[in-house]
């Protein structure tokens, strides 16, 4: 894309301050974005979005991909204590509705025990949500993915089908950005998160 894709405009918003803000009107109990040190622009954004180095989690080996990032929130000390479920979600989908989020989200408290995930077409997607004792698990995995691991608790995994292709799609070309953004305030209502979520 050229630049930090979190930085750009979305609405009257940046995608990070889109994301921030609608997880925080959707209830999250704590937000803590898995961000690269070196990225001295996001920690910036962030810092002016009200967060300090406390708040976020910091992955010294980018090069390890998503499930790297993961496994350092898992072994995050900064959650907080009240925190039951974790929404592992991609920075990159800020256009996902929000009623695709508020339906996992309901279909969790309904299912406690669950890892709770959206499927397209029957194809499995994001944002996905584990109780603690996964969660907590995946720091310790010696599965190489996210989606590996998953798959080790299949007998866990609830799959939700929905119609949202949000889900499937991320921003990773000019082209993917220009499709999804929001094109005026009305379409303010689609929504995601950043890296980690914790909701209580």
């Not at 979190?6 to 999250?28: E, F, M, N, V, Y």
């Not at 980018?62 to 993961?70: E, K, V």
């Amino acid at each position: 894309m050229g630049r930090c894709k979190l930085l750009l405009p979305w609405g009257h918003k940046t995608i990070l301050t889109h994301l921030l803000d609608q997880w925080r009107s959707a209830g999250a109990t704590q937000i803590a974005p898995v961000i690269d040190p070196s990225n001295q622009v996001l920690r910036n954004a962030l810092e002016h979005a009200g967060f300090s180095s406390s708040n976020w989690i910091e992955n010294r080996t980018p090069q390890l991909g998503m499930f790297g990032s993961l496994q350092q929130a898992s072994r995050w000390t900064g959650w907080f204590s009240m925190v039951t479920h974790w929404v592992i979600a991609l920075g990159d989908q800020p256009h996902i509705h929000i009623s695709t989020l508020r339906l996992l989200l309901d279909i969790t408290a309904k299912n406690p025990t669950r890892i709770c995930q959206p499927t397209l077409h029957g194809r499995a997607a994001h944002p996905i949500v584990f109780p603690a004792s996964n969660f907590r698990e995946l720091g310790q995995s010696n599965s190489p993915t996210l989606c590996a691991y998953v798959r080790t608790c299949e007998t866990l995994r609830l799959r939700l089908p929905v119609e949202d292709p949000g889900v499937s799609e991320d921003l990773n070309t000019p082209e993917d950005y220009a499709r999804w953004k929001p094109q005026q305030s009305g379409q303010s209502d689609r929504l995601q998160s950043i890296a980690t979520l914790a909701v209580g």
